[in-house]
DNA sequence: CGCGACGTTGATTTGCCTCAACGATTGTGG
DNA sequence: CCACAATCGTTGAGGCAAATCAACGTCGCG
């Protein structure tokens, strides 16, 4: 389980052996079944979760009732909610398993600790971070300036895999439309 | 110029006279007339920004000329387009002065150079980046979920002071919606 | 088998856009 | 300092993309 993580951060910063020690005994393993859930809308995020294996959700219900998906996590991506993780408050979001999981976590002193041992993970988040804000704001100016279909095109493309392992609807609501419309996007499509 | 910046580091991290004089050398002063633009879509962006004074936009054009502000900057704010920076790519995005301004530039290799003299500017620029991560996902999440009128409130509740200064079709290209729709809207709330 | 979850299809409605016209304000050159 | 243009906001009429509501088909599974 913990060699997917070391192989991810050496991606970005050089490890010792006894540094690759270090953290993985900074970090738990944790399994979720299907439909179980990492974190509830009110609870406070006490960990950052790295995902090894499986697929999950984080969700947000407004007011009217309707969910919308701020984001799918796969194997070798990060997930949580950093708002209420980093300040201590009430998360906005659901975080549910779409498949069974395997996750490695870590809490907040883990991390201030693993920051104060290993000032190179300061380095490695700041990266993980910008590409998540580059993503995200790639994503705002996506939402504004482009049609549905156009969005699908882009989902489709950028998680070509991810499709065959979620429902239809969970796309839909990670693009910002009804399962109904995004149904007859696919069916123009397929035409052609 | 440089203590509105010096007193925005320190509130994440503290400072010595030494490498206040460190950080002050590797920023260089830059002023820029209304109108003025600090990034052209299709250049690379050469330098990270700190607003001393004025306001700017950030704004992409989408293929059928269409504008779509992806931030505006006031005083205390960083801009720029990070994605281009740190990849060394061509922008996708113009920056635009609205404003005359004042602003601390860094480019790359400063930058680098000060990661390695001074390390917890790693740990600085993860929290701003944080933030600025956080504050997208919210609007990626509103963008999708409430409607004009909602977003609209939002806007001016986040942004109380910033609706005075820059022209309303502005905060429509930022809204999401047309000058004609963001009129109308205006209408509807002033009415009570 | 029968039930619930999911996807599809059709009819209607609505939020927002488009286009066009028209004041109000700002700015600028003669 | 005025005249004229440009910029900006407002209003109206009509149109379109996507939502809503309702019905129905299909599949997997207890």
Redesign the pocket.
Known sequence: MYSLLIKHLSKHISLTNEEIILLTTAFRAKRLKKKEFLLHQGETSRQETFVTKGCLRAYYVND?G?EHIAQFAVEDWWIGDMYSFLTDTPSTLYIEALEDCELLQIDRPGLEELYLKLPKMERFFRIIIQNAFIASQNRVISSMS??????YLDFIRKYPNIEQR???????AYL????????????KF?RN
């Open positions: 009217k309707e482009k049609t549905a279909d156009e969005r979620i429902p239809q609807y969970q796309v839909a910002g439309v009804t399962p109904e419309f995004l149904s007859r996007i696919r069916k397929a």
